[in-house]
């Protein structure tokens, strides 16, 4: 009886030090990890033969603003309008790469580059008869790699499904996306993924900004996204203000689409005429719509998934 005693107090202290190893490696998965890269801004080209800079567009390639407009955001904000507009009323589903960094807590996180499968929210009216569907597979940094996430809005009571990659794959865990291992390393929920929301954000900011105040907004042409046609949108708030999130914002919509491709935010510089520090930055890159994705794409028990 006291060697099974023994046995079982070694298995019980055993399972316990294999929870606390993937306990960790839980809290680890969706954070960005400690390294950075310029992936994303090389994903970024300027096709004028005139430089470009942060808050400093090549004349040549700005577009006028519509006469009539009471605001500078006007124009801008009309532009958004349309493309969720069309977005709704044409995409299904969609697949790609997002790189994102995000400054949590004052301290800017290395890049994180994900491989991502959505399914666009549907509407009838004021009624949601198609919920957001989310896959997500961690592709750098290393210590992330391998990671799979999947979220589907209204159903697993709302919680996001996910595994550790490589040696740490061995349980499935079930999270709320609000919860505080769920968010670790990163700025928002999983719940406020996707192109569209990235739109919706735009015009709720603009709309808010203009209620504050003046700001300065360029709208110019001759910019490329992973080596897709973009319009660049950059509104500047010149002077701090703790009203606004940000001194200089970028969004980057695929012309011919009309789907934002890149949204980068940087705060005012802590020294006056230094370089304005990157507060957070999300690129999609070769996004293919209307894919046809099923109900498999978001199921974990699907045989190319490494679920455990």
């Given amino acids: 009886m006291v060697e099974k005693s023994s046995v079982a107090a070694k298995?019980?202290?055993?399972?316990?030090?294999?929870?606390?190893?993937?306990?960790?490696?839980?809290?680890?998965?969706?954070?960005?990890?400690?390294?950075?890269?310029?992936?994303?801004?090389?994903?970024?080209?300027?096709?004028?033969?005139?430089?470009?800079?942060?808050?400093?567009?090549?004349?040549?390639?700005?577009?006028?603003?519509?006469?009539?407009?009471?605001?500078?955001?006007?124009s801008a904000l009309r532009i958004a309008r349309e493309a969720l507009s069309k977005f709704r009323a044409e995409?299904?589903?969609?697949?790609?790469?997002?790189?994102?960094?995000?400054?949590?807590?004052?301290?800017?996180?290395?890049?994180?580059?994900?491989?991502?499968?959505?399914?666009?929210?549907?509407?009838?009216?004021?009624?949601?008869?198609?919920?957001?569907?989310?896959?997500?597979?961690?592709?750098?940094?290393?210590?992330?790699?391998?990671?799979?996430?999947?979220?589907?809005?209204?159903?697993n009571e709302g919680k996001l499904v996910a595994h550790e990659g490589g040696l740490k794959n061995l349980v499935r865990v079930s999270l709320a996306p609000t919860d505080n291992l769920a968010m670790m390393g990163n700025k928002y929920p999983i719940t406020e993924i996707g192109l569209a929301?990235?739109?919706?954000?735009?015009?709720?900011?603009?709309?808010?900004?203009?209620?504050?105040?003046?700001?300065?907004?360029?709208?110019?042409?001759?910019?490329?996204?992973?080596?897709?046609?973009?319009?660049?949108?950059?509104?500047?708030?010149?002077?701090?203000?703790?009203?606004?999130?940000?001194?200089v914002a970028q969004i980057f919509i695929d012309t011919e689409r009309m789907i934002p491709l890149r949204y980068a935010a940087y705060l005012w510089p802590e020294q006056p005429g230094g370089p304005p520090p990157l507060e957070e930055e999300y690129t999609y890159v070769d996004v293919r719509l209307n894919v046809g994705l099923t109900d498999n794409d978001f199921d974990p028990e699907n045989s190319a998934y490494n679920f455990p």
């Fill in 91 to 155: 995409v299904q589903d969609y697949t790609g790469t997002l790189v994102k960094r995000e400054r949590i807590g004052g301290s800017l996180g290395g890049e994180m580059k994900m491989e991502f499968k959505i399914r666009a929210r549907q509407w009838e009216g004021d009624k949601l008869v198609r919920p957001l569907h989310v896959y997500l597979k961690v592709l750098d940094p290393w210590l992330a790699r391998g990671r799979e996430i999947i979220w589907v809005e209204q159903a």
């Fill in 11 to 74: 298995f019980s202290w055993a399972v316990c030090l294999l929870l606390v190893v993937v306990l960790c490696g839980c809290v680890l998965w969706l954070s960005p990890g400690p390294t950075q890269s310029a992936y994303a801004d090389a994903l970024v080209t300027v096709t004028p033969d005139n430089p470009e800079s942060i808050g400093s567009t090549p004349a040549a390639a700005i577009v006028d603003i519509a006469a009539g407009d009471t605001h500078p955001l006007d």
């Fill in 197 to 247: 929301k990235l739109i919706e954000k735009l015009i709720e900011k603009g709309e808010r900004d203009k209620q504050v105040g003046p700001c300065e907004v360029k709208i110019s042409n001759g910019f490329e996204v992973g080596g897709r046609p973009c319009q660049k949108i950059e509104v500047i708030h010149p002077l701090p203000d703790p009203r606004f999130d940000f001194h």
